[in-house]
């Protein structure tokens, strides 16, 4: 038998054998570790008190100590039963938890409540501990839970209410605390400490931008309460508790924080159409009111309409159309608008809305391989010296992408906070283009001179897997790289990345699916597949109307399924 470690006079019995070792057992810890020290440089005038204790204790701990709460703080949950706690590297979890629990960081006595104990226990541990019947043991979990539940209703310690397992139950008190040190650190509410270990193995790969201290997602301490409290809410928001309890945590108006200042109005916007659902249009009404996101003021509009009133849609709608926001508004009202007059009584002559593009209809054969309409059409449609290529929204932001590499990547103030950027924190701003018009003017004047082939394919070759936000590796290949580039011409290409840097957000989606080349004439058109009942998306009009108007040869294709055989 093995060494028994001793914790307080009692066997730690906790360890079970484990599989071959990392090659860097603490590396979840350098991981984290790494972290804070970042963080400590950048925001240390920005720290308060409890955030700047906690890493001059954390730095202070045991290896063991500091590893078994980083391990706790990066699973699922508060709660562990040190029988879950096995980590070869660390050894005892008990031994490991002392140090913690002296700081208070852990609760090894924690109070429980019934659902707590259930999550805890397997279905056989919770037979011993209730002594159930035989009748009760065959009853599902959540069924047994419902049952003891009028009974069982006060809190209890794990081991009064699991007086034969011999384990200690941990709660960890500090993942509020971690959880607003992650916000810090990302700058954003979708990455977490996973990104460290994707970018250890390899799987993910990040261009190395040279981030320098003054570049910082929050310059002053207020902004770091507010995105904490925008996390909060967005947590509230997806528990689905109520639109009035989510708006009374939405902080003010963050006018010297745009980035900042955007995920709070997506929130509102968001919580508006929740309201909205729900039939709650006077609250959906005051909330798009004092919203700025993207689309706020056409639901505004629309939520009027439902209301029919219609003067007050009909003249906020007259603002917009005197300065649309984006195209997707001018769209937007141009139906709304119309309909508006005709609640109104203006009798206005039916207009039919032209079409610069070319349609037509093409009998497919059904495979019976159950393809999507897509590639079967591009399988259709290929010829030997005509081949068709699935592409949708990947060849041109790739082409993009590639052109303008190191000016997306260009290490501006707030733009980059940490190591694991894909874009820039302000891709999404009105300011994203006006910040890097010149950088960007140089790059597609590359276009004229014909040095972007070169650009585009050495940033293929030298940057390849690095995550960029344009750029579908999965999708381009050399040889679709190589015939784009012949048959392309740089003219319709400076159309497309003009149009994508308008929207960022908007633009990058809508493209045609398919394109066709005829690399000896060195030429091309685009194909947007519509199958039967298919009918073609707001965003795709708009860039085949954008396509047609720049003289981009650009197709709709209705397609039929025809029966195998058939003409």
């Known amino acids: 038998m093995g060494p028994i470690n001793r914790v307080a006079g009692r066997a730690c019995h906790d360890r079970k054998p484990m599989s071959t070792p ?9 991981n984290f570790q790494t972290a804070l020290t970042w963080l400590g440089e950048r925001y240390e005038d920005l720290l308060n008190d409890e ?9 202070a701990l045991p290896q063991a100590s500091s590893a078994l709460l980083v391990r706790m703080v990066m699973r699922k949950g508060a709660l562990f039963r040190t029988g879950k706690l096995d980590y070869a590297e660390i050894g005892c979890p008990r031994a490991a938890a002392a140090p913690l629990v002296d700081l208070g960081w852990v609760d090894d006595q924690p109070l429980l409540g019934l659902t707590e104990v259930f999550a805890l226990l397997r279905k056989a541990e919770i037979a011993s501990a209730f002594r159930l019947t035989a009748r009760l043991r065959a009853a599902p979990k959540g069924e047994l839970m419902a049952a003891l539940a009028a009974t069982f209703i006060e809190r209890r310690t794990f081991n009064a209410w699991c007086p034969d397992v011999d384990e200690v139950v941990y709660r960890v008190r500090v993942l509020d605390l971690c959880e607003r040190l992650r916000l810090m650190f990302f700058g954003n509410f979708d990455q977490d400490w996973s990104q460290f270990v994707l970018a250890d193995l390899g799987i993910f790969n990040y261009e190395k931008v040279v981030v320098p201290a003054s570049a910082r997602a929050f310059q002053r301490r207020e902004h770091i309460e507010d995105f904490h409290a925008i996390y909060r809410c967005r947590e509230q928001f997806h528990r689905e508790e109520s639109g009035a309890a ?45 919203c700025a996101y993207p689309g706020a003021r056409v639901r505004a509009i629309r939520v009027l309409e439902r209301q029919e009133r219609w003067e007050h849609a009909s003249a906020l709608a007259a603002q917009a159309e005197a300065a649309p926001e984006d195209e997707v508004e001018r769209q937007q009202l141009a139906r709304i608008v119309p309909r508006l007059r005709r609640r109104l009584g203006v009798v206005e002559a039916a207009r ?13 054969p059904a495979t019976g391989e159950d393809l999507p309409v897509e590639l079967a059409t591009s399988a259709f449609l290929t010829e030997p010296d005509a081949p068709v290529h699935y592409v949708e929204n990947t060849l041109i932001n790739s082409l993009f992408g590639l052109l303008c590499w190191d000016v997306v990547f260009l290490p501006l103030p707030g733009a980059f906070f940490h190591a694991f950027h894909s874009a820039p924190a302000d891709l999404y701003t009105p300011d994203f283009h006006r910040r890097r018009e010149k950088e960007f003017a140089a790059s597609f004047a590359q276009l004229a001179s014909g040095a972007y082939r070169q650009t585009i394919r050495r940033n293929f070759l030298l940057k390849a897997g ?20 012949e048959c392309l011409p740089p003219a319709h290409l400076q159309h497309c990345f003009h149009r994508i840097l308008r929207d960022v957000k908007t633009n990058r989606a809508g493209f045609p699916d398919l394109i066709q080349f005829w690399p000896r004439e060195r030429r091309y058109r685009m194909i947007e597949v519509k199958g039967p009942g298919d009918r073609l998306q707001d965003n795709q009009i708009r860039w085949l109307d954008y396509c047609a108007s720049h003289g981009m040869p650009v197709s709709v294709c209705h397609v039929r399924w025809a029966a195998t055989g058939a003409p």
């Open 22 to 30: 990392h090659p860097r057992p603490f590396y979840y810890l350098e």
């Open 51 to 59: 955030e700047r204790a906690f890493m001059r204790a954390f730095e």
């Open 246 to 290: 989510i708006l009374a945590s939405v902080p003010a108006p963050i006018t010297d924080n745009p980035w900042l200042e955007s995920r709070r109005a997506k929130l509102l916007f968001r919580v508006g159409q929740r309201y909205e659902k729900e039939g709650d249009l006077d609250a959906a009404l005051s909330v798009y009111c004092d």
């Open 352 to 364: 039919k809305r032209p079409s610069g593009w070319l349609t037509f209809e093409l009998n497919v």
């Open 466 to 485: 690095i995550q960029s936000a344009f750029v579908s590796w999965g999708w381009l290949t050399e040889e679709l790289l190589d015939i784009a580039l």
